[in-house]
């Protein structure tokens, strides 16, 4: 029986772009099937010509790349070529790979680069409770009511931050473990209790701690990759899963317990969708 394959997961799967990115390029309809613009949802199997912009796009073959990149202040991470200093064209990779989440232009440190579309997706699944950890240096002495706010949720953007471990450093300068990624978190959250951010940086992501230098990057390892992939499989759903087994040593570990997951109503929903 022939193998059929959502669009946009076999978009993702070329390298192309995530998922996510593939959607919006469907919904712009500048993706085609053998000439013809496709609905969302649609499937296609190894013989159906998939185009974007006119390009043929075919399936990948070979290993997929995975790099852990230390970002400078000032880049921005997009795939846009029109956009000055985007992190595509910083790195200049040789061949076609795209960031793994986001970092503002304001802030520095680690962010994953690749072309495996379907990562993309597992690690950003905000329900995951994936941790990122950054250091943050801000404009005035760090009080303790300050750390203890910080740690027990904020209110910004029309929610209250989940709780997370925040550990003072130095009179300016704290650590942040977040399980959670909404639009310039640690500055709005900073900012709404007086503080103004001075300087970000990412120090680590899951299991991968940066540790090569501003504007540098490298290959994970077999054994890093292994153990990210088995930390984001689809079933782990609670933060703890998104811990290093403990023989891993870590800076340090997030208090927060682990949510109910209440997801699997919404599985193979889209099993209906009609191949056009």
């Known amino acids: 029986m022939e193998e059929l394959k959502r669009l946009n997961k076999f978009i993702s799967e070329t390298g192309y772009c995530s998922r996510r990115e593939a959607d919006k390029l469907i919904e712009e ?20 010509e998939v185009r974007i912009d006119g390009k043929l796009i075919t399936e990948k073959r070979g290993k997929n790349i995975y790099l852990a990149f230390n970002k400078p202040v000032g ?14 064209d910083f790195i200049n990779y040789p061949t076609r790979i795209f960031p793994i989440g986001r970092l503002d232009k304001a802030s520095e440190g680690l962010i ?6 379907d990562i993309v997706n597992k690690i950003l699944r905000a329900r995951n409770n994936h941790e990122k950890e950054y250091v943050v240096t801000v404009n005035k002495p760090i009080t303790d ?38 639009n310039r978190q640690i500055r709005r959250m900073c900012e709404f ?55 891993v040593k870590r800076p340090f570990n997030s208090s927060s317990r682990p949510k109910p997951n209440n997801s699997g109503n919404n599985r193979n929903r889209d099993n209906f969708r009609k191949r056009k």
């Open 29 to 48: 309809g500048r993706v085609t099937i053998n000439g013809v613009v496709p609905e969302m949802g649609t499937k296609v199997s190894q013989d159906d």
């Open 75 to 88: 880049i921005e991470c997009t795939t846009n070529p029109e956009v000055k200093n985007n992190i595509v």
């Open 112 to 117: 994953f680069m690749t072309d495996d579309g």
């Open 145 to 182: 009511r300050f750390i203890q706010r910080m740690s027990n949720g904020v209110p910004i953007l029309d929610t209250i931050t989940r709780k997370c471990k925040v550990e003072q450093i130095s009179k300016y300068i704290f650590r942040i473990v977040l399980t959670q990624g909404l």
């Open 193 to 247: 209790l007086g503080y103004e951010v001075t300087a970000l940086k990412r120090i680590r992501i899951i299991n991968i701690s940066l540790d090569v230098p501003v504007g540098r990057y490298r290959e994970l390892t077999p054994s890093e990759i292994k153990e990210l992939n088995k930390l984001i499989e689809p079933s782990s759903k609670t933060e703890e899963a998104s811990l290093p087994k403990p023989e």
